[in-house]
T-cell receptor, first 117, second 110 residues
Framework: AAGVIQSPRHLIKEKRETATLKCYPIPRHDTVYWYQQGPGQDPQFLISFYEKMQSDKGSIPDRFSAQQFSDYHSELNMSSLELGDSALYFC????????????????FGPGTRLTVL | SQQGEEDPQALSIQEGENATMNCSYKTSINNLQWYRQNSGRGLVHLILIRSNEREKHSGRLRVTLDTSKKSSSLLITASRAADTASYFCATDGGGFKTIFGAGTRLFVKA
């Protein structure tokens, strides 16, 4: 079965550079989530999109922005990179909230490992 | 952590023993999920328990939920060396997000 695809899998950038991470959700999934996981840390929710609109926002720095496109893939844009941005970035997708149901299982991609030097 | 605490933070057991991990959360939830993560790898969904459920089983996994105490436990029976990983509980956060706990690192010795 098709899974969530993230690209690139590894990315090395210098301080103050920009980076763009891409996420391709499972076919027919309409909701995408982004998470950041620092070394030895738990995943921290950044932002989510439902039907191409931002649906929820977490601890995403102002230097980061994201969007979901018409084909439901999403991109996380990170500018003025700092050393502390080095982390594993996960994307997850789901079918969103089913009408009248609270079920919302998310399927995670393999992650993009960003290293800022 | 955005969530409560996970207990214990690290657990080392022998193969064949049972492993119990606990998690507490702070807000009202619709559901609680447990995930597994091998070192530096992606998150694998293990089991979801809804707020109106008290216990759920899946293979060697048993999850309990006590909404009055805002806590959950994950029991892995007859552990195997391949179960070595970090285990996270996560709640739905009442919206389009998932709030993770700090995780328990489980090490199963062969």
């Amino acid at each position: 079965a098709a899974g969530v695809i993230q690209s690139p899998r590894h990315l090395i950038k210098e301080k103050r550079e920009t980076a763009t991470l891409k996420c391709y959700p499972i076919p027919r999934h309409d909701t995408v989530y982004w998470y950041q996981q620092g070394p030895g840390q738990d995943p921290q929710f950044l932002i989510s999109f439902y039907e191409k609109m931002q649906s929820d926002k977490g601890s995403i720095p102002d230097r980061f922005s994201a969007q979901q496109f018409s084909d439901y893939h999403s991109e996380l844009n990170m500018s003025s990179l700092e050393l502390g941005d080095s982390a594993l970035y996960f994307c997850a997708s789901s079918l969103g909230l089913l009408a009248g149901s609270s079920y919302n299982e998310q399927f995670f991609g393999p992650g993009t490992r960003l290293t800022v030097l | 952590s955005q969530q409560g605490e996970e207990d214990p933070q690290a657990l080392s057991i022998q193969e064949g023993e049972n492993a119990t991990m606990n998690c507490s959360y702070k807000t009202s939830i619709n559901n609680l999920q447990w995930y597994r993560q091998n070192s530096g790898r992606g998150l694998v969904h293990l089991i979801l328990i809804r707020s109106n459920e008290r216990e759920k089983h899946s293979g060697r996994l048993r999850v309990t939920l006590d909404t009055s105490k805002k806590s959950s436990s994950l029991l892995i029976t007859a552990s195997r060396a391949a179960d070595t990983a970090s285990y996270f509980c996560a709640t739905d956060g009442g919206g389009f997000k998932t709030i993770f706990g700090a995780g328990t690192r489980l090490f199963v010795k062969a």
